[in-house]
């Protein structure tokens, strides 16, 4: 939607609640780094990447979860404390949202983008990521052979 906040919100009365969770969902998604949207063993989620939180940060260290596996949380709130080179920086969430499962454990090194939580819109949702691992990446294709030597030129007479 574009336009105003009031627009936007009369656009909502008409439309229905879904469509308030469904313009949530896709605000999560849009504003966090993410790495898989669905899997189709599990219910819908979001994979979180560590995101940059400077222009020159190319990994960093959980310090802290301010939020625990099952917690809920609203825009604005510390999702985690993020070590990085320069500072320690709190990760703020833009939308709300429940996490279904931390993968990675604080004191962790991880570089931007890679997964560091799954989060879902409700909670009952929680539950179904126990088990959740993320699917490696495939492996890099095996680079080419170097091509044969050429042959040596002739000598000439």
Do not use: N
């Not at 979001?46 to 959980?62: C, D, F, K, N, Q």
């Amino acid at each position: 939607f574009s336009g105003s906040s009031e627009g936007m919100a009369a656009a909502f009365r008409v439309l229905g609640t879904s469509a308030l969770k469904a313009a949530r969902h896709t605000a999560l998604r849009a504003a966090l780094p993410r790495v898989a949207v669905r899997a189709l063993s599990y219910p819908a989620h979001t994979v979180v990447g560590l995101p940059a939180l400077s222009p020159t940060m190319e990994s960093g260290t959980i310090a802290t979860w301010k939020v625990e596996a099952g917690g809920s949380f609203d825009a604005g709130d510390v999702i985690c404390e993020i070590e990085t080179d320069k500072a320690t920086v709190d990760f703020e969430a833009q939308d709300s949202g429940v996490i279904a499962k931390i993968l990675v454990d604080k004191g962790t090194e991880v570089k931007v983008g890679d997964p560091i939580m799954v989060v879902v819109e409700d909670a009952a949702d929680v539950g179904a990521f126990d088990d959740f691992k993320v699917s490696a990446a495939p492996p890099a294709p095996a680079p080419a052979p170097a091509p044969p030597p050429a042959p040596a030129p002739a000598p000439i007479a």
